[in-house]
């Protein structure tokens, strides 16, 4: 949702009546993962992808349809090898496309969790009787609940969203041999929180803006942690890492690098960032500081499967020299655990083992 968010809202803001579409799920190869979308209108615009090729003429004349009757429907497409380029599916398969005329309340609510970049669950009826066919609730992290299913199917639905909170994959599931909802997680935009102000944090900001990165910036010493070295970051926040993390609420779209060299600072996030869902967790050093590092914190509490997540030392071996090189080097790190995190979700929605 977030990549068409704008156009929604202009569309919304002009008043037109807008179709969106969902892949809920696919085989094979595809381009596009389960949760992928595509909205247009009644008079033509389009904005998004839900696979490439010739997919996306069908699902249009599919939603045009939807959006004259108000009736939502779950399309099939089954793709042979010798046509599959084009379509868009490279290796062949078959994808699941749900139509639905937008519905404002829930678009609503959802514009808020992205805007405010929290965490929910949409869940939306995909295949059921036509009285429920196309309905949505969404479970937002804070506990907030807009729209229903039934009466009938409210309570288990939202326990299978408290599920899906918690492991942030989108997948399908069949209530009874009549009604399948498909569950969507809405996810933070990744963060990158940087513990210690040094040069190479200025550096490592700045780039990971640039990859469109949510920047965090954690340093008691004013010194080092201030808007004049840091005037890029969306937060800055002068506290110890103990108070400083109560200001931030990680995520499993957040990474945490620590780059002062000073156990009073590195050791305490170390601890805290470990503790939780965070993708990534890195401490600069080199190999003999890293060990010293383990060894300090293993007495501290944590335990050897803890620490076999933390990135120590920090970043791809690129051959980095300048803090530029450096800070290179630790955000390719970064996307490279991201990228990691997102396959493994495409293989937990295929059924397949990561």
């Given amino acids: 949702m977030r990549d068409i968010l704008a156009d929604l809202e ?67 497409f089954g793709v042979a090898d010798e046509t599959a380029w084009e379509v868009g599916l490279a290796c062949g398969g078959s994808i699941e ?4 005329p937008l519905d404002p309340d829930i678009f609503q609510s959802v514009h808020s969790v992205l805007k405010e970049e929290r965490s929910g669950i949409s869940a939306t009826v995909i295949k ?12 937002q992290d804070d506990g907030r609940q807009t729209g229903t299913i039934s009466a009938e199917w409210d309570e288990q639905v939202l326990k299978l969203a408290h599920e899906t909170l918690s492991t942030g994959s989108a997948h399908r599931v069949s209530l009874n041999e009549d009604v399948e909802i ?42 080092w942690g201030n808007e004049q070295r840091f005037p890029h970051v969306d937060q800055l926040i002068t506290k110890w890492p103990q108070e400083a993390f109560e200001k931030v609420h990680l995520t499993r779209s957040s990474a945490v690098v620590m780059l002062t060299h000073d156990p009073k600072l590195d050791d305490p996030a170390v601890k805290i960032a470990l503790s939780s869902p965070a993708f990534y967790v890195g401490a600069l050093g080199s190999k003999k500081t890293a060990v010293k590092r383990q060894e300090r914190l293993l007495n501290d509490g944590l335990s050897e499967a803890q620490l076999s997540h933390l990135h120590a030392p920090i970043g791809l071996d690129i051959g980095a020299q300048t803090p530029e090189e450096i800070a290179l080097a630790i955000m390719a790190e970064v996307v490279n655990a991201h990228r990691k995190q997102n396959e493994s979700e495409v293989k937990l929605e295929a059924g397949l083992h990561p």
């Fill in 182 to 223: 498909f569950l969507e997680p809405i996810l933070p935009s990744p963060a990158l929180i940087i513990v210690g102000g040094v040069h190479i944090a200025i550096a490592l900001a700045s780039l990971a803006k640039t990859l469109g990165y949510r920047t965090i910036m954690i340093d008691p010493r004013t010194a």
């Fill in 10 to 76: 202009s569309w919304q803001r002009d008043g037109k009546s807008i179709a969106l579409a969902t892949v809920v799920q696919t085989w094979g190869s595809s381009p596009r993962r389960a949760g992928a979308k595509m909205a247009f209108t009644s008079d033509g615009r389009i904005t998004g992808s839900v696979s490439g090729g010739c997919v996306e003429n069908a699902v249009v004349e599919a939603g045009m349809e939807s959006l004259r009757t108000r009736q939502p429907r779950l399309l099939h």
């Fill in 128 to 139: 059921g009787p036509e009285e429920i066919l196309g309905r949505e609730l969404l479970l």
């Fill in 97 to 100: 496309v749900f139509v639905q």
